[in-house]
Structures are given as C-alpha cells and as structure tokens.
C-alpha cells in the first residue's frame, strides 16, 4: 500500500501555465508547498508557487535535481517529452504516470488505444505522406481533417479538408506524420472532467457542454443541457478510459454528441481541462484539488456541483484596444473573474477566464457572455 503524501509535502508540477497556476493554489490553500518546473520565468505557476525552477525539459539532469526536492510530480502540460517523465520518475512518483503521458500526447497512439479498447471514436487513418492521405481520403471521403500526429492543441497543426484537390497543399502544411479523421457532423462538444484515485476510486464532474471559436474553448456551460441517459453514457465512458489507461490523476474526456445520439470520443486531456475551470467556483472539490488529492493519494473530494455554472475565456484579443475594463466585469455581482498573470497578450492566447453563476445554465451563459461584453466595452468578439 502507498502511504499519501500529506499536507506540509512539497509537489513538483511539470509545466508552468495556467493550469499550474490554479493547481498551485487549490495546494497552497491544503498546506503543501509547490515546486514548478518549465523552460520559462515569471510564469502564471511560478508567480504563485514557493519555487520556480527554469530549464529545458530535455535538461534531465536538471529535471532529476528538480525531482529529489519533491515527493510526487504531477503535470499540467501534456506535451513534456516522455524522457523527461522517466528522469524524474527515478526520484519520485510520476502521476499520472509515464504510460499515460506518452498514450494521450500523440493523437495516433491514443486513437489506437481507444479503439483496442473497444471505445468509440472518430473513423481515422494513418497518414505519413501525400499518397497514403490520397488513398485514406478515398477510404473516408470527404470532408475530412488532417491532424499532426504529435505536439497539436487549440486547433494547431490541423487542417479540414474539403475535397481531395486540397490534399497536397493540406499535407505540406501539416506535413510528417498524420492522423486523417473523418469529419463528423455533431449536434454538441461535450467532456467529461473526471478523477481516479491510487486506490482506484472515481470522481466525475458531470458532463460539460462546450462551444468553441478558431478552434478554441469559448464558452463552457454545466450541467451540459443533454439527457439524463445520454450524460450517464458519457460518464461511463470516461470511467471506461481512466480504468484501462489505470490513472492516477484527473484527466478529460472530450468528446462528440452525433446527432442520432450516439458518443464519439475526440481527444484525451491527461490532466485538469479548460472545460473545468468553472468547478474552482462552483463545485465542493475543483478539479484542481481533485488533481492533487490523487496524486498524493488522498481520499478523492465530493466534486458535487453547487449550483449551475458557464465559463467564458478571456483571449489575448480582448487587450487590442487597450487595457479591458475588468471594474465592468467585476459590476456582475455573480462573475467570478479568473487572470492568470501572464506578462504578454497575444490573440488566441488564453490570458484568464470568467464563471457565472446562476439557477439554471440558460442565464448562466447569458450572464458571462453578457460579462465578457462589457470587460471590452461593448464590442463583438473578434470573428
């Protein structure tokens, strides 16, 4: 039996964003201390946690010296090399571990895993040059989607494709290997943020209904506005790929509801998803606690949700007439306002995010759409 790492313990995070961030301080507040560990400095993790640790992830002797000093590592960025796992995992527990970091990171390892396990996902192919995607468009038709194998989030390093004239230009920009799916025409997004613990206990946090703008989370709202027995298969599924991918951990199950009603899964997230940022407010256990509550090996928390909730992220396009008017947003009496601290504001980027609450999710996605309106003023968002 593993014996839990307790409150007073220092925790090492591998990567140094907003996610980290939100970890850091669901840690804080139960007593433990944080080391964070990523190629940058002044990070939204760093600025909040007790040690900040600047080094290239295929430094491993740096990344061995990082995890002597903690007593479990957890990550919050996906995309650390599997190397880089294995060389702190010599010193300290790795969770979720090294296997699950290397199944979720590349969108071919992880469709074939999800398929041999029987779980239904997207009709896809292997794609590694312009006429193995000819051949695999005439398998699937189109459209279609092209995808980088490895390294590819937000929409980066994919491309539709509409017919098989786009197929060489698609393929030079994608390029290497690639993952060809077939392009399926959904009723919702949804995702399933859930926990499993080191004895193996699972958590859910409901299902999640999202939208998306450029290929970017927009607006996420909770409980998802689906059937009971459409969210119960959801749930199911979720346990289903925590169970044989054996996390310890919190991890995301983002997926598609068809419009005859069937579940598809689109992508696996190893760690706390955008998606759940809105349990920080409105649910007993945030993910983030969960996360850590795992990794140490803790009793998982209830994730019950208190009330309903829609989140809103906040780009770095709202900064390109100036400074955004956060006193507007803080007129919303039921807004909570999230900044993660990072020093430069570039569209697309995610620089903090808003979370309504309300009585049912309908006004909750009106207020915080309403909220994210007067932070700039009135005007649209960008297109």
Not at 126 to 153: D, I, R
Request: hydrophobic share 45%; proline share 6%; glycine share 10%.
């Amino acid at each position: 039996m593993t014996l839990p790492v307790l409150p007073g313990s220092v925790v090492g995070v591998l990567g140094s964003g907003q996610l980290g961030r939100m970890f850091a301080i669901a840690a804080r507040r139960m007593g433990y201390r944080v080391h964070t560990f990523s190629p940058d400095t002044d990070t939204p993790t760093g600025q909040v946690a007790d040690v900040e640790i600047t080094a290239p992830y295929e430094d491993l002797d740096a990344v061995r010296r990082f995890a002597r000093g903690v007593k479990v590592v957890t990550f919050e960025f996906e995309n650390v090399p599997a190397s880089t796992a294995a060389a702190a995992e010599e010193f300290a527990p790795v969770r979720p571990g090294g296997w699950v970091l290397h199944t979720t990171q590349q969108r071919l390892r992880e469709k074939n895993f999800l398929s041999a396990a029987g779980l239904p996902v997207t009709p896809y192919r292997s794609v590694t040059s312009l006429s193995e995607l000819q051949a695999a468009l005439g398998e699937l038709g189109c459209p279609a989607v092209l995808k980088s194998a490895a390294f590819g989030y937000d929409g980066k390093g994919q491309q539709k494709i509409s017919s098989l004239a786009d197929a060489p230009s698609a393929y030079a920009a994608v390029g290497g290997e690639c993952i060809l799916e077939a392009f399926v025409d959904f009723a919702l997004e949804l995702s399933v943020v859930a926990a499993r613990g080191a004895d193996g206990a699972f958590s859910h946090f409901g299902v999640m209904e999202n939208e998306h703008a450029r290929h970017i989370l927009d607006i996420t709202v909770a409980p998802a506005r689906i059937p009971p027995e459409t969210a119960h298969e959801a749930v199911e599924l979720a346990r289903a790929v925590l169970e044989a991918l054996g996390v310890v951990g919190v991890l995301c199950v983002e997926m598609f509801l068809v419009r005859d009603g069937k579940l598809l899964i689109n992508e696996l997230a190893p760690r706390p998803h955008n998606s759940g940022h809105l349990t920080f407010d409105a649910c007993l256990t945030c993910q983030f606690e969960q996360q850590l509550r795992a990794v140490c090996g803790l009793p998982l928390g209830s994730s019950l949700q208190l009330r309903p909730a829609a989140m809103a992220n906040l780009l770095g396009d709202l900064w390109a007439g100036g400074e955004p008017d956060w006193a507007a947003a803080c007129a919303f009496p039921n807004v909570k306002l999230h900044l993660y601290g990072k020093l430069e504001a570039r569209p697309g980027r995610k620089m903090g995010h808003m979370t309504a609450l309300a009585d049912d999710a309908d006004t909750c996605r009106q207020m915080v759409s309403a909220a994210r309106a007067a932070v700039r003023g009135g005007r649209p968002p960008v297109a």
